[in-house]
């Protein structure tokens, strides 16, 4: 097996989500069946499961770029905001769901805080994808 880059990205999320409900410190909170994931977007997630398949997917955000902050993370999950008849804008997506999956993720020890540099993957979350790639194959 090479790297988590060599895998399809939709089965590695599908299968990292799967794997992440599992893990007792990893839970939607109560608001999140009444939120958009951001301002560019009309409805709610259709999914039932999204916060961990977000979730799964800010993982492997952390793991592909070695330091990643919420910010990047933001215009990341980004889109564009259709404004009606004038042009449309790049819009950020939320951040306090980017921010509460990193501290859940964090209290399941699978990433961890790097003061002023952003989050890194910790050897931890690092098997936890490696093993997830190998059973998405």
């Known amino acids: 097996m090479g790297s988590i880059k060599d895998i399809d990205p939709g089965k590695l999320i599908e299968k990292t989500a799967e794997e992440l409900k599992k893990i007792k410190e990893i839970e939607p909170p109560e608001w999140s069946a009444f939120v ?7 409805r709610l997630p259709v999914q039932k499961d999204w916060w961990y398949t977000r979730s799964a997917s800010v993982l492997r955000k952390v793991q592909l770029n070695n330091r990643i902050g ?3 993370l933001r215009k990341i999950y980004g889109g564009r905001k259709n404004l009606g008849h004038k042009p449309e ?7 306090a769901i980017i921010r ?6 964090e209290a399941a ?9 952003g989050r890194v993957i910790t050897p931890k979350g690092q098997s936890f994808l490696s093993r997830a790639a190998k059973s998405s194959k």
Not at 100 to 105: D, R, S, V
Not at 109 to 117: A, F
Request: aromatic share 0%; proline share 0%; hydrophobic share 25%.
């Open 36 to 42: 958009k994931t951001g301002v560019h977007k009309e």
């Open 70 to 72: 919420v910010e990047k």
């Open 100 to 105: 509460n999956i990193l501290k859940q993720l």
């Open 109 to 117: 020890e699978l990433v961890k805080s790097e003061k002023g540099k």
């Open 89 to 95: 804008h790049k819009k950020k997506a939320s951040g």
